[in-house]
């Protein structure tokens, strides 16, 4: 019994090392940055018809800047916004990860780190697709606003991001060639410094509101 469980667990491991190998072979980010994108658009389109009805409500500006803020020009813009916002942000870290990782005697390339980081958006997209749908559902946007170091410290801990920080340290280990622990702790390092960055963030929201 203790030889078959040994045997699956071998099994799985090589299947996860031969899945990222192809990332080290060959860069993909590409089909992954289109799904990014349509995603984005989808949830613009979603938020751009619930809120189109309530704009005038919500917003007490004159009816000529109600219209161009409910018109499909503003829908387009603001997409492209919110993509490129997601791709600049992939990038930022994706150079942060590779700095990290040479820092750590790994060889990556920067293209291979966006491409280990574009997959590990795939379940935070997930999660943004079932955010969507809700919303469809109740006929409002949800918005996550943290109120309290707690709700910051819960961003970290659902279960999209633990598969994020999972594909990450696999990746990272596999294709720049360090150990799991070293990878462990490059992804540690950063998801902290993120952390640090939305808890200096939510300080500051409180002073402005005090």
């Known amino acids: ?10 099994i799985n491991n090589n299947l996860i090392i031969e899945y990222f190998k192809k990332y080290e072979m060959k860069e993909k980010y590409k089909i992954k940055f289109l799904i990014i994108a349509i995603v984005m658009i989808f949830t613009n389109i979603i938020n751009f018809f619930i809120l189109k009805d309530n704009i005038s409500r919500l917003l007490n500006y004159d009816i000529l800047i109600q219209k161009i803020l409910s018109s499909p ?16 942000s992939i990038a930022i870290l994706s150079f ?11 060889k990556i390339k920067f293209k291979q780190m966006i491409s280990i980081y574009s997959l590990s958006y795939m379940p935070i997209l997930a999660k943004i697709i079932i955010n969507d749908i809700n919303s469809f559902v109740i006929k409002k946007p949800i918005i996550n606003i943290s109120k309290s170091y ?27 060639k360090i150990s799991k622990k070293k990878s462990i702790i490059i992804v540690a390092i950063v998801l902290s410094i993120g952390m640090l960055i939305n808890i200096g963030i939510f300080l500051v929201q409180q002073n402005l509101m005090n």
């Open 1 to 10: 019994m203790k030889y078959k469980s040994l045997l699956k667990k071998e």
């Open 96 to 106: 942060i990860y590779m700095l990290l990782i040479k820092t750590f005697k790994g």
């Open 150 to 176: 707690i709700d910051i410290i819960n961003q970290y801990l659902n279960v999209f991001t633990i598969i994020q920080i999972i594909i990450l340290i696999f990746g990272i280990s596999i294709i720049s």
């Open 73 to 88: 020009i503003m829908l387009f813009i603001i997409s492209i916004f919110t993509t490129l916002n997601v791709y600049i």
